[in-house]
């Protein structure tokens, strides 16, 4: 898809990925980018900077996405690329309180379905239509610090991959973001709640990524991989599931004992 004249939309776009997307995306002469977050000071800056319009949105309600959509397409007649980026970490395993369980559930799950439910209406009555998911590299190879973010990751993933299964005979075309590290505020957080450079030093700025969005909707992929080495992890897990699974445990008791 050529970026000229399109209406896009980006949700979590006050910082990190989200930035990075609008402001890359501004660069391509569309016909409008707006920013969507939950912190709507933070979305309204992004804007200024780029020349686009913000709408507050807490994704993880149906009600705000599809008045966030309603909105664009009666301003603007159509959503072209819709960038469902938002998203959340939460550390732990089964032990994690329900609360965040849920919480993430809500935003890294339910966010992506609310989407589709309310932009491919419109998407399949024109038989044209672009669905960016960012969903991790975390989706592929799991989050071994993280049940509640691994399991998310994946069942975004999948959703995704139901959408591309279903819908792109139809002119729907969806791709799935999945970065390992990337240097945000959530890397950073990460960093310091578990005192692990886990992700650190690999870890790519979000214009990079940004820049693997553009070169990845302009190709029509469905898996876009800023860090090459995930597709050689995904192969290997693929190849040998048993062998990837001692080498997950080995690599996560390396980074325990070196934390120690």
């Known amino acids: ?9 980006v949700t979590g776009a006050a910082r990190g990925i989200g930035r990075a997307l609008a402001r890359r995306f501004a660069l391509g002469s569309p016909k409008a980018v707006i920013v969507a977050d939950i912190d709507g000071r933070g979305a309204a800056a992004t804007a200024h900077e780029i020349g686009g319009a913000s709408v507050t949105c ?15 397409e009666s301003e603007h007649g159509r959503i072209d690329l819709f960038c469902s980026n938002a998203g959340i970490a939460v550390g732990g395993g089964p032990e994690a309180p329900d609360n965040d369980w849920q919480r993430i559930w809500e935003v890294n799950v339910m966010a992506h379905v609310y989407v589709a439910r309310h932009v491919l209406p419109g998407m399949l009555a024109r038989k044209e239509g672009y669905l960016v998911g960012t969903v991790s ?20 993933l999948s959703l995704f991959e139901w ?49 693997a969005v553009v070169t990845g909707v302009g190709a029509e992929r469905f898996l876009i991989l800023p860090h090459p080495e995930v597709a050689e992890y995904f192969r290997r897990k693929a190849d040998d599931y048993d062998r990837w699974l001692r080498g997950m445990r080995r690599l996560r008791s390396n980074l325990l004992a070196s934390a120690r």
Not at 1 to 9: F, Q, Y
Not at 58 to 70: C, F
């Open 137 to 156: 590299a975390a989706g592929l190879l799991n989050q071994f610090f993280a049940a509640p973010y691994g399991v998310t990751k994946a069942a975004a």
């Open 58 to 72: 807490d994704v993880s309600r149906e009600a705000d996405v599809a008045r966030l959509i309603k909105h664009v």
């Open 1 to 9: 898809m050529e970026l000229t004249n399109r209406v896009i939309v």
């Open 163 to 211: 959408l591309a299964i279903v819908h792109g005979d139809q002119g729907i075309r969806i791709s799935c973001l999945c970065p390992q590290g990337v240097r945000t505020d959530m890397l950073e957080k990460e960093r310091s709640q578990l005192g692990i450079d886990f992700l650190t030093a690999g870890a790519m700025e979000p214009e990079a990524v940004a820049d």
